[in-house]
T-cell receptor
């Protein structure tokens, strides 16, 4: 398997623009997670899905952030409008039900100018 | 105060040294403890996974959990330059859904 695939790997945008990050989880995995990583705060859970249904979005910082999982093989994280403080590396991860290991993608590095 | 505290380092050691990495936590509900390794510009990957207190060994790596002290450790024996990475501790009350991560310790193993 190719692992968790994220795109784009790098995104540079200007404040106020819409940003869409994409994720393809490992085939057969039941859970999908979106994390944000910064130097100051480390890895923070934003939202997670089980069987395409959002279970906990308490980590989503503001209404500017939204996430969807229209099917088992695709998820998006959208920021609209983006702000400089959203600059971070965003990771998608997936896992099988009953298994503890999270498999992470390589991340999308977002810079908002 | 953060729920999970981890010294950010950087920690620099010579090749072959024994490395000790540590995390402290405040939430007594944490039952599952993990160590992830993250190479530069990559996603974290699971290194060790333990439940409750005790030790677990896997090759050159040993994970220890002391719930009474709310303290976990990762030991790396015979450290290699390929061990140079950031090590993240992670923990949760149950299963693998709401993991709380430390901020990571950057390790450099020098020749």
């Amino acid at each position: 398997d190719a692992g968790v695939i994220q795109s784009p790997r790098h995104e540079v945008t200007e404040m106020g623009q819409e940003v869409t990050l994409r994720c393809k989880p490992i085939s057969g995995h039941d859970y999908l997670f979106w994390y944000r990583q910064t130097m100051m705060r480390g890895l923070e859970l934003l939202i997670y899905f089980n069987n395409n249904v959002p279970i906990d979005d308490s980590g989503m910082p503001e209404d500017r952030f939204s996430a969807k999982m229209p099917n088992a093989s695709f998820s998006t994280l959208k920021i609209q409008p983006s702000e400089p403080r959203d600059s971070a590396v965003y990771f998608c991860a997936s896992r099988l039900a009953g298994a503890g290991e999270l498999f992470f993608g390589e991340g999308s590095r977002l810079t908002v100018l | 105060q953060k729920e999970v505290e981890q010294d950010p380092g950087p920690l620099s050691v010579p090749e072959g040294a024994i490395v000790s990495l540590n995390c402290t936590y405040s939430n007594s509900a944490f039952q599952y403890f993990m160590w992830y390794r993250q190479y530069s510009r990559k996603g974290p990957e699971l290194l060790m996974y333990t439940y409750s207190s005790g030790n677990k060994e896997d090759g050159r790596f040993t994970a220890q959990v002391d719930k009474s002290s709310k303290y976990i450790s990762l030991f790396i024996r015979d450290s290699q330059p390929s061990d140079s990475a950031t090590y993240l501790c992670a923990m949760s009350p149950g299963g693998g859904n709401k993991l709380t991560f430390g901020t990571g310790t950057q390790l450099k193993v020098e020749l």
